[in-house]
């Protein structure tokens, strides 16, 4: 009777194992599929990482000014500030109210003092790609007049003034005077 006992057992484990494994086929598919995307999806993340890992800059670039303080000041330099004003041909009170700015920052930024914050380099972000002719229209400055500019001189006997050109006679003489080699009369300095 050993012998029928044992056969029945082996023949209900075999049939529980076939009935077990009818059952699982399904769920073992599924899991074959998620694993391949898992994998899909890693092979992908690592691209990212790995694009993302040589170029930091990009990465940097979202970030706002107040954590990239070091990044700021190489971007925006008192040099390039001041080269921005000269290139607008402006002075420095003009250039602080083009730039919604105080006169002090201004002046401290151009002189390294301090840095802009993110409203400051923007403002300068914007000057950079403006014309002179621009940044005067939004002073609300009238534009240049071209020609020969008229300055204004004192007479000595009345102490009135009269308009000359810029080439007057005195001064034309001085000048024909210096290229014949002769010494002529020195001017008189102011003190």
Do not use: C, H
């Not at 529980?16 to 092979?43: C, D, F, G, H, I």
């Not at 002189?111 to 400051?120: D, F």
């Amino acid at each position: 009777m050993t012998g029928v006992m044992k056969a029945l057992k082996d023949e209900m484990t075999r049939v529980s194992r076939k009935e077990m494994k009818n059952m699982s086929a399904p769920y073992r598919r599924q899991l074959a599929e998620l694993k391949k995307a898992v994998a899909a999806q890693t092979a992908v993340l690592a691209r990212i990482e790995k694009s993302l890992a040589g170029a930091p800059a990009k990465a940097a670039a979202g970030r706002p000014a107040a954590k990239k303080a070091g990044a700021a000041a190489k971007q925006v330099s008192p040099r390039s500030i001041k080269a921005v004003r000269k290139r607008l041909k402006l002075n420095q009170p003009d250039f602080a109210k083009l730039l919604g700015v105080s006169l002090a920052a201004l002046r401290s930024w151009e002189q390294g003092r301090s840095n802009p914050r993110a409203a400051g380099q923007a403002a300068i972000a914007s000057a950079r790609a403006m014309t002179a002719p621009q940044a005067r229209q939004k002073l609300g400055r009238p534009a240049p007049t071209r020609g020969r500019k008229k300055r204004k001189t004192r007479s000595k006997a009345a102490g009135t003034k009269k308009t000359a050109s810029a080439g007057t006679k005195k001064a034309r003489s001085r000048a024909s005077a210096k290229k014949a080699g002769k010494p002529g009369r020195p001017r008189k300095r102011k003190q």
